[in-house]
């Protein structure tokens, strides 16, 4: 259950190894449980990945690194993933060659600069070593990129969950039991609708909550359900520690939007621009936000609210596919009254960094002005808690797209159905039956 919140399994299949985990449970609450379980199916298929995208590891570099410079494949085995690890290899193979991290081909040493350093190899097989230390450079870079990507797509998804470690999580099965199903009800693909994102908190991750005892460890629970009566149970000093890690997770996700940041994009529309790379923009704008939520959380609980007439920071709203929005407008629903505010406001992390000025005041004025309830929208405090839900079995999903039948969705998967892009020639044939499609779908123009 553990490996589940590095993953993406359904909050059924929580459900059901939950059951599966000797804890004891009352007939009512066995009955919620088993209802989720049993909604899988009796053949428990899905078309949809149980995992988010994981970069591609440095396998093939590493087998690269040992034919050239005679390392032992097994003692860097452990390194494939670690962009520390690696660079360190690179500076060690590098040395005896006069090579470091960020020197490109060009400044490698001629014939006479390789006598001078004692490089004992010639002109091939050190041109072979150089060439191969800069491309292991770029690609350690690239890694860590996408490893840092990932961190924050599922920081933005499930919160703090990465900090658990796996005896903590075995320690207390009931906070666990809680804790691994709100990251599978926070992890849920997104469907093309007008109504918003669900409420991760759901009668089951209810029940689950209330069973809980006051010895629970609430430190666990406060990692992916950081609202003020959970923050509240924790001692000062992990009160203060959770501000920390909310407020520099906040700050690390406001430096990278800053440099991202497009000012062409009108933001009172906020419609992607051709040439921006929109799906690292909306993880890391979901990653600031659910950081800056949490932050707002554990200062309401510590009574440290007040912080906020000195600066406070907005939200930062996710850039749109023209089609959706035009699905909005072809509705009347418009867009989100949220945007207006974020447009009318200072750029967050441009209050972050102290180059402009934005209070509590400034952002509850704003606010007023867009006739947005500052208080229940999470601008000037803690969110307001949406109505606990029913369970629903989770839907296959193509492109935000609900199908009936998962074996037709990973067939309209491949095909690049509802996608945006050209479909591949080879499904060009297929003919979609009607019932398959079992949501609406966004009509208007492609995304520019």
Known sequence: MHASLDSRLRPEDIAALILDSGQNFTTDQRHLLLRAKNSRGPWWVSSMSSDFTRPVDATRQLATLTRLFGH?????AGAVADPDALRMLAVDAGQPIDWAPGRDFRSRLNREGRSLAGIDLSKRQYNRAWRFLTRLDAKVTRLDAELRKRELMLTGRSGLAADITADRFA????????????????????????????????????????RLPDDADWWMVSRVHSVPEVVQRLTPVQQGELIGRWSTLMRAAADILAGAWDPQVDRTLMIVRRGMDSSTWNTVAQAYNTARAGWLNALAATGTLDLLDVACPGKVMRLMAADLAQWHRSTGSGVDPDTAVFAALPLPWEVLSGTTSCTRDDVARMCSRFEVDAVKRGWVGPRAVGQVTRFEPTPELVHGVTIAD????????QAGAFSGKKVRTD?????????????????GPKPQ
């Open 72 to 76: 032992d494949p097994q003692a860097i």
């Open 427 to 443: 499904h060009e044939n297929v003919v979609v039956p009607v019932d398959v499609i079992a949501s609406d779908r966004p009509s």
């Open 171 to 210: 320690a207390d099965p009931a906070a666990a039991s809680f804790v691994a199903y709100v990251v599978a009800r926070k992890n849920l693909r997104r469907q093309f609708s007008l109504s918003g994102k669900t409420n991760p908190m759901d009668e089951i991750a209810a029940m689950l909550l209330a």
């Open 406 to 413: 998962p074996v037709w969705a990973g067939l309209l998967r």
